[in-house]
């Protein structure tokens, strides 16, 4: 790649400003990285941030074999840590853009990356890839012609299979639209059906512990599980993160234990996970939530569950973002869960209606599987007609002649 590429380090200077700065997304190639965050550094911590220019290919050095690299159609600046490479007079760069992003040219930075651990085993800690073992790279001997007709074809097709994806996202965007519509519309009651105070139904309620009580420096590898806000699903536990404090500490904060069975509600929530969302907890052992998580034990004349889809609903989270307090993440308290009325139609209506709630979400899912398998089946032909096309494995019509 050496003969193909410059490696380009101008720094920024004194005149940086953050709204400058830009990032590499695997997805999304040179963005702005305030369209990604808005974590931004100070004006006077960018001076040793690297200039990009239009047309330069910018490469996140750790994350590159997972497809972090980019072509710039803006320009700005890059964490110091980034590799700019800038085309050779001869070489096109949307050309060398797909080649650097293709599977054939991940495998060869795999092999290269530099860290902790065996590449051999897969098991690099901290990886990198270095200017020096990216110039090693050979990349195929095509005149600037073919490059091109190359990066014509491979810019229409997968332009085309992108707008493939982005239909079948959408798609999939719709099927989660209409369950939660189709629960909103389920769970909207007849006046003469009661409402009570959450409060008045729950035998006993809490939150988790503040403070100094329960930190990150209590998690241990095992023992009592502690349940945090990334478990509250909407109407489902979630339970991917998982946390645990020894059993000696764990009996100390018992107040705040969770049993299978218990509705917990979120008082937190942002654009992603709404505020107020609630799960019924599953069987889990000995365990506690954490601060923000309220949990109440329901009297028998409320099923958990459908508590939890309703207060899940569309309709109800509405209701609870007017009470809510914070901008960016939203906030409620205890006291103020605890006053949200809850339709209660009789037991065997709620067990009814969650029944059907459950069936229209096994229906979804199996549609947005469906849709998932489809996205990345297209995904896959996209990475390999790149790979084709870039090692000439595949004959594009114009470089042929």
């Given at each position: 790649?050496?003969r ?25 190639g ?18 040793g ?7 330069d290919?910018v ?13 710039a ?8 840590d ?77 332009a ?115 505020l ?50 914070g ?23 709620q ?51």
């Open positions: 790649m050496k193909a590429l410059d490696v380009v380090d101008v720094r920024s200077g004194v005149d940086a400003a953050p709204e400058d700065l830009l990032s590499v997304s695997i997805h999304l040179v963005v702005p990285r305030s369209s990604m965050t808005d974590d931004l550094p100070r004006a006077e911590d960018l001076s941030y690297k200039q990009v220019l239009h047309g290919l490469v996140n050095r750790m994350r590159a074999f997972q497809g972090a690299v980019g072509l159609h803006i320009e700005g600046l890059v964490s110091p980034y590799l700019v490479l800038r085309p050779r007079a001869g070489h096109d760069a949307r050309f060398l853009h797909h080649l650097l992003r293709s599977s054939w040219f991940v495998g060869q930075m795999v092999a290269r990356l530099r860290g902790i651990g065996s590449t051999s085993q897969g098991n690099v800690r901290t990886p990198r890839i270095n200017s020096e073992d990216l110039g090693e790279i050979a990349a195929p001997p095509l005149t600037y012609g073919e490059q091109r007709a190359i990066a014509d074809y491979l810019d229409a097709e997968t085309r299979i992108d707008a493939l994806i982005t239909k079948k996202r959408r798609m999939i965007d719709t099927i989660g639209e209409r369950f939660w519509s189709f629960v909103d519309h389920l769970l909207d009651f007849e006046s003469n059906v009661p409402r009570f105070k959450l409060s008045w139904l729950a035998s006993t309620r809490c939150d988790g512990p503040f403070g100094s009580s329960l930190t990150s420096s209590h998690y241990v590898d095992q023992g009592a599980r502690v349940v945090r806000l990334g478990n509250l699903g909407r109407g489902q536990f979630k339970d991917a993160d998982q946390a645990y404090i020894s059993d000696e500490h764990y009996r100390t904060l018992q107040r705040h234990q969770v049993r299978e069975g218990d509705l917990l509600v979120a008082g937190l929530g942002d654009a992603k996970r709404p107020a969302r609630a799960c019924v907890a599953p069987s889990l052992g000995a365990a506690i939530v954490k601060a923000d998580c309220f949990r109440f034990r329901l009297n028998r004349e409320a099923d958990p569950q459908f508590v939890a889809w309703y207060l899940s609903s569309p309709s109800a989270v509405a209701t609870t973002a007017l009470l809510a307090q901008s960016t993440r939203q906030r409620v308290n205890l006291g103020i869960v605890s006053d949200m009325h809850v339709p209660l139609p009789s037991f065997d209506r067990i009814d209606l969650t029944a059907r709630i459950d069936d229209e979400l096994n229906r979804s899912r199996a549609i947005g599987a469906a849709l998932e398998k489809q996205v990345g089946l297209l995904g896959e032909r996209r990475q390999a007609l790149i790979t084709a096309a870039v090692t000439g494995e595949l004959e594009i019509p114009r470089v042929a002649a």
